[in-house]
């Protein structure tokens, strides 16, 4: 068994973006991304992994597939990898969205922390 605590990986970021790891294995990634104050995270896929987002901390949209979403506290958010996203800060607070994408992407830069 392992334990974790997510505080410990929410940030304030020092640029637009921090992500940080929490957990990876095979069989999952899970981290915490926080973005700044009407920041966003840039259109992109996950192959084809399931992704799933528990929003904790925020306010923001989600773009997929040329849909929007709001997206509020506690809110959780499925996607299919081929799915095209993007996720947009719309408030001035750090949006924070606890990540589990399965299976792990198999490229390791996807699994390490990251600031942006």
């Known amino acids: 068994m392992n ?5 410990d990986y929410m940030v304030e970021p020092s640029g637009k973006v921090a992500k940080r790891v ?8 899970s981290f915490v991304l926080n973005i700044s104050g ?3 995270l840039p259109e992109h896929t996950h192959g084809e992994s399931t992704v799933l987002l528990k929003i904790l901390n925020g306010n923001g949209e989600i773009h997929v597939d040329g849909t ?3 997206l ?3 809110e959780l958010i499925k996607l299919d990898g081929p799915e095209k996203m993007s ?3 719309t408030g001035i607070d ?5 990540v589990t994408i399965s299976p792990a992407p198999k490229e390791e830069k996807f699994t390490k922390d990251v600031d942006l």
């Not at 929490?22 to 990634?29: A, P």
């Open 3 to 7: 334990k974790f605590t997510v505080t």
């Open 22 to 29: 929490i957990y990876k294995d095979t069989n999952v990634l």
């Open 38 to 40: 009407k920041e966003q």
């Open 68 to 70: 929007r979403e709001n």
């Open 72 to 74: 509020t506290k506690g």
């Open 87 to 89: 996720v947009v800060n």
């Open 94 to 98: 750090t949006l924070q969205i606890y």
